[in-house]
Nanobody
């Protein structure tokens, strides 16, 4: 069983919106900090947004005010609503999870990853 399964990527024009979903096992959803990371060609993987089990969220400065992370306990699913998309948001987006109460944005500390979903924003 794949622990994290992303969906919702695609291609949009600049200014458009997409919503990513990450379906998790109930065990991971209820105990792990979860977050979204992205990696563009030639770039390091970077944190986009994270949310703790208590619902505390954190955002990278580049997406603050445009992206919203949320969790749905009934579905054990993490979401990332992305509005006002820019070409520089183009990347493969990954859902990730880590144990412990603190999330942070260091991908090395996240030990469970989804397969990734491509987001392409054209100008």
């Amino acid at each position: 069983q794949v622990p994290l399964v992303e969906s919702g990527g695609g291609s949009v024009q600049a200014g458009g919106s997409l919503r990513l979903s990450c379906a998790a096992s109930e065990y991971i959803y209820s105990r792990y900090c979860m977050g979204w990371f992205r990696q563009a060609p030639g770039n390091k993987r970077e944190g986009v947004a994270t949310m703790s089990t208590a619902g505390a969220s954190d955002y990278a400065g580049s997406v603050q005010g445009r992206f919203t992370i949320s969790r749905d306990a009934a579905k054990s699913t993490l979401y990332l609503q992305m509005n006002s998309l820019k070409p520089e948001d183009t990347a493969v987006y990954y859902c990730a999870a880590r144990s412990g109460g603190y999330c942070g944005f260091n991908p090395a500390l996240f030990n469970t990853w989804g397969q990734g979903t491509q987001v392409t924003v054209s100008s």
